[in-house]
């Protein structure tokens, strides 16, 4: 498989591990460049035999992946119907979810939004102390479109996951840890992920699968719930105080890395 020619991931092999390293600057936005690319990489990987685990992490120690691009959102189409199957974002991150190997990312500074919504579909999450996660979408008059509001709460619980998409403010490495977000926060993630990864993969490929297989069981109507999800992300995407918001969203700072790097308290700002 030729990992070669892209421009916002790099992919480096050993002993059937691979490791992505995502870095789009200054802010690692999911837009219309690490987007497309990273929806065709997942493919490739899912069907690189020769890839046992995958390992996600960024060249940025700022940010992971900062969000989707705002701007982009503002320009989707409005008035679609509920969906009946997924779209290709929800298609990437089902792939991260369902491959026949482990998926682990390894977190060091911001994740929100989609970037968040990805992290949540891969099977295993480590932290460092400086992780930071947010799901704004609330803030901006949508939802977490991509997945987030069906894997956040099979991962926190109801409670939890209400209050970390209602209140659309930052959550530190170790409250996400205590609540079951990341399985550890650790000094060194990427360090930590590849280990684990290097581990499972000298492990006999069939069990690992098998395994995972299993345990994905305990996911009931993922689908159906990501179907619904969309179709209420669909249906917001026309109202006034959700234009407005993502319009002050872009106006007060959001994609600087000024203006990131405080996400919590933008949310707040941009609904005065």
């Not at 591990?17 to 990489?41: Q, R, S, T, W």
């Not at 700022?62 to 969000?67: D, S």
């Not at 105080?241 to 872009?250: D, G, K, L, P, T």
Request: charged content about 20%; glycine content about 8%; proline content about 5%.
């Amino acid at each position: 498989m030729n990992y070669a020619g892209f421009q916002s991931l790099t992919v480096e092999l050993m002993d059937g591990v691979a490791h992505v390293i995502i870095d789009n600057p200054p802010i690692n936005l999911f837009d219309l460049v690490l987007y497309p690319e990273m929806a065709k990489l997942t493919a490739q990987l899912r069907d690189d035999e020769d890839v046992r685990a995958v390992v996600v992490s960024s060249a940025n120690p700022e940010f992971f992946i900062a969000h989707f691009d705002v701007s982009r959102i503002l320009q989707l189409p409005t008035g679609q119907p509920a969906p009946t199957e997924l779209n290709h974002f929800h298609v990437m991150c089902e792939t991260f979810r369902t491959m026949p190997k482990v998926t682990i990312c390894a977190i060091d500074g911001r994740v929100g939004g989609g970037g968040s919504e990805v992290t949540l579909s891969m099977d295993m999450r480590f932290a460092s102390p400086r992780a930071v996660f947010n799901q704004p979408e609330v803030a901006l008059g949508i939802i977490p479109g991509g997945s987030g509001t069906v894997r956040l709460a099979r991962l926190v619980g109801r409670s939890r996951a209400l209050e970390v998409v209602l209140g659309s403010d930052d959550i530190d490495a170790m409250t996400a840890e205590k609540w079951g977000w990341v399985n550890r926060v650790v000094d060194n993630p990427v360090e930590h992920s590849l280990a684990m990864a290097q581990r499972i993969a000298s492990f006999p490929a069939a069990a690992v699968q098998a395994a995972k297989r299993s345990i994905l069981r305990s996911d009931d109507h993922v689908v159906e719930d990501l179907l619904a999800e969309a179709g209420e992300f669909n249906a917001l995407l026309s109202d006034p105080r959700a234009i407005a918001a993502m319009n002050n969203f872009m106006e007060r700072g959001g994609q600087t890395r000024e203006g990131e790097l405080r996400l919590g308290e933008l949310a707040t700002e941009i609904n005065d």
